[in-house]
């Protein structure tokens, strides 16, 4: 068979995305992907009893919600039905509490007592700036950004540590809404950046809601392949790439792959000394994730987890400070910070009638091979007393497992690397585009490029424009429909 004119190695979201960047340019396309089915992160399987689907990776998807990427496509049409919980997320407290983040900033300002005003005061403004902060953090950040003065006052309050914004609040609920979403970046609280996090996952709980799509992230994996092969593009399945030479006779090769593995398809055609700033490109922690099937709804204390599908579990900022930093120095938490997530709260479609499904992962030293469901069992018990009874089934990942799942989660890290100040500027090497590799019409496209991790597309879309700009001198191709945010 003839080669396409591009390929694109993996089929994760920014395989994807930039697969129908290509074709919608009218660029032939071919896509290779290693599983057996297409979607790495969005994929949704029978982990443990027939009739419960459960994600393997991601769940749940505030990013697309404000993606340029997905805001371009008629998501229904391509049979991606997004549910919205009430609640963005919840985090206990015990005794019946809970920190909430509703979708509007002066319900939830009015649950945070003495930190009402304070709250408002700074989730307000970041709120009505969110559209031009997230197209400006969702792109390759090299240009000019369309509303400069949003994002230098975003950079003033995101920059500092999540510690450091947490010291603006006196009330351990408004403290735990900034700990728990900060903690998405698998970092100290401590560390620089962690705020932007936080503050952005937050404000995207008020500005976009935290989402799951109907049926599982596999919906997402699957609408976006039946949408390149309308277009002409050919995806394959069960078909590992192992050298770059499998490819050669394409003038553009997207890798949707970590620079290690970029490494080691590439071989001899890269040079000892222009790979070493690729070698050095470091994962993040890494996550053990566990899939329950459970006989009802999980029982918890306090009302608004049970009205939202997101709950950070790990009790107060400093409680989930300490989880976090124990990490970092290569430690196992007793009481570790579990992300969890409840489809059923607004899909019924993922567990038979009355039954649930949950899905929950916690940071770990990177490479770990511990299994923390135990840990991870106490830690919701502790917010849900009688949690335990319900387990039907369990699956258990733990960090190491992940990687022979899929290559690109280095030792477990969700990722595609570690944010840190230094890989969220520079990633994966420090360079003007950073999608370009040392070998012409070689572009790396996975989380592992700018803007990192999450469901959003936006590294594949960003690779595929250089892909077309250099190689095939054309620009995008006509974006369809556009959804407001
Ligand atoms: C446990 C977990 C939970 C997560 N939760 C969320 C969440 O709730 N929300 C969210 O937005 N994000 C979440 N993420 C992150 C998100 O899934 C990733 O950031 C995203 O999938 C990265 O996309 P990607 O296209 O770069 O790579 P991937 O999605 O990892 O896809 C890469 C694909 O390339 C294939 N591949 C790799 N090497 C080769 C090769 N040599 N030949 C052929 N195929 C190859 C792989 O099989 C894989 O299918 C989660 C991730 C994990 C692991």
Redesign the pocket.
Known sequence: MERAEAVV?????????AALTLARAGVGVEV????AT??????TEALTLEGFSH??????????EVSPFFRALDLEGLGIRLRQPEVAFAHPLGAGRAAAVYRDVGETASHLGGDAAAYRALLGPLVDWLGSVADYVLSPMRAVPRDPLALARFAVVGTPSAAHVSRRFSTDAARAIVGGAAAHSMQPLSAPLTAAYGLLLTALGHGAGWPVVEGG?AAIAEGLAAEVRRRGGVVHTG????SLDEVVGARAVL????PR?FLR?AGTRVSRRAGRPWARFRPGPG?C?VDWALDAPVPWSAEPCRRTV?VHVGGTFDEVARSEAAVRVGRHPDRPFV?V?QPGVVDPTRAPAGKETL?A?CHVPNGSDVDMSERMEAQIERFAPGFRDLVLARTV?TAAA?ES?????LG?????GAATLRQTAFRPVARWNPYRTPLPGVYL?????PP??????M??VAAAEAALKERFERGPGPVPVRRGR
């Open positions: 190695v993996g089929s994760g979201p920014n395989g994807l995305a290779y992907e290693g599983a297409v979607g790495g992160g969005m994929r994600d393997v990776c991601s769940a749940v998807h505030p990013l697309l992230s078909r590992w790439v192992t890798l949707d792959v970590s593995q398809l996550a994730k997101t992300l997530a899905w992962y990942r992940a799942d899929n290559p690109n989660l477990g890290d969700v990722n595609g496209c996975s989380a592992s490029t990192g991790g999450g469901v959003h597309g590294c594949g």
